[in-house]
């Protein structure tokens, strides 16, 4: 249907990038990015004969439409190139050539024609169906990892999803990037949500591999490897956590918790994680690097009562990498313990006529501890013995 559009108004319309790719893989493709010579035209004549949402963006000469669940981009082609230093790309309508060189990979950088009298026709400028075959990443042009080191973190994700692997000049250039500190050039949101993306992945022993071998651990964490036992707690706490953001949080406390230091400007760059979020993580690392020495010293109470204080990602966390007695405390602390909290609410206290503020906090962790000590049930017994 949106080539026999295209055809009526004279365009040409190819299905282009991962689509291909997958197609061509034997994949389910969900998203069908299109290239055409005026994405405009095309979207106004398709919101005139189809009811799904269809967004226009003249500014970027972009249309998207949601159907059936599936999500359709059509661009208006275009060619990008770097004026001197700069790191905003200039932007230019183009051939499809033109376009398709601007991608990051041979493999997805195929196109197919989707007209109907010329349905099916692949144009592969870049040899990308090779290595396709062969199993290959391999960049379009020399400078293409420092141009955009997002792709450094794409093409790993392609080396663990679909197990290919790197050509070499492809694997040499991207060490050198790395190593010139291409990672660091500019705080981009593209690197940032790549880089994410792969750290919560479940193949994230794949990902500290790769990261190992192509000196992106030293650049990022200037650590030199992992120990096995982190990398086996990190993947033990996916088996049981989906949640990226999660993840993400609980695998730079676990990496950082054996460090000293943590650059809050360096982890804010390239992660994009907020300040005051790096401080929690920092906060977490405090209380678990004392952990040991609290034990001997403190009552399990004002144990229990820090951890309450802390978010529970970093107990989850911290509880894989524990062994024997401490373990079981932990357990213990998952299961049970962290449950057992004090009754009385802020509102409460309130009424009882005490003035609101920090100390408030302070009530409710001794009630807490009581309670955790077996010396007071139920609130009856918090309000004896408040008063
Ligand atoms: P997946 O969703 O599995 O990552 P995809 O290839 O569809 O696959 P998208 O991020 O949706 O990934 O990108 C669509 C297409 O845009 C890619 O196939 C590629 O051709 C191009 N592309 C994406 N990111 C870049 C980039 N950083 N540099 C150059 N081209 C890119």
Excluded: W
């Amino acid at each position: 249907e949106f080539g026999k559009i295209a055809s009526e108004l004279n365009l040409e319309i190819y299905l282009v990038g991962g689509a291909v790719r997958d197609a061509l893989l034997g994949k389910k493709i969900v998203d069908f990015d299109f290239v055409t010579n005026d994405a405009i035209s095309f979207g106004k004549r398709l919101k005139e004969k189809f009811n799904g949402t269809i967004e226009i963006f003249e500014e970027t000469q972009t249309v998207h439409f949601v159907f059936n669940g599936m999500n359709f981009d059509f661009v208006t082609a275009r060619r990008e190139y770097y004026v001197d230093n700069s790191l905003v790309p200039v932007i230019e309508k183009a051939t499809l050539k033109e376009d398709l060189a601007r991608r990051d990979f041979t493999i997805n950088a195929m196109a197919v024609d989707i007209r109907e009298k010329n349905f099916g026709i692949l144009y592969d400028y870049f040899n990308g169906y090779e290595d396709l075959l062969k199993g290959i990443i391999r960049v379009l042009k020399p400078l293409s990892f420092i141009e955009d080191p997002s792709r450094i973190f794409r093409a790993i994700k392609y080396m663990v999803e679909l197990k290919f692997k790197f050509s070499r000049e492809s694997e040499i250039l991207l060490k050198k990037a790395v190593e010139i500190g291409a990672l660091f050039s500019s705080k981009s949101q593209r690197v940032q949500e790549e880089l994410k993306e792969l750290i919560a992945k479940d193949e994230i022993d794949q990902v500290i591999q790769f990261f190992t071998n192509y000196g992106i651990l030293k650049e990022i964490f200037r650590i030199n490897g992992i120990p096995k036992a982190t990398v086996s707690a990190i993947k033990s706490f996916y088996k049981t956590e989906k949640d990226t953001t999660k993840r993400i949080h609980a695998f730079l406390f676990l990496i950082y918790l054996s460090k000293c230091h943590i650059n809050e400007e360096e982890v804010n760059k390239i992660f994009g994680i907020r300040k005051h979020e790096i401080l929690k993580i920092k906060e977490a690392i405090e209380v678990f690097k004392n952990i040991k020495e609290s034990f001997s010293k403190e009552d399990l109470p004002s144990i229990v009562i820090k951890l309450n204080n802390l978010d529970l990602t970093y107990v989850h966390a911290y509880y894989y990498k524990t062994k024997g007695e401490v373990k079981k405390f932990f357990k213990d602390y998952l299961e049970k313990l962290r449950f057992i909290k004090n009754e009385l609410r802020g509102s409460d206290l309130k009424e009882l006529g005490l003035k609101e503020g920090p100390q408030y906090r302070k009530i409710f962790d001794i009630l807490t501890s009581l309670k955790l000590k077996g010396e007071i049930k139920d609130k009856n017994d918090e309000i004896k013995y408040l008063l």
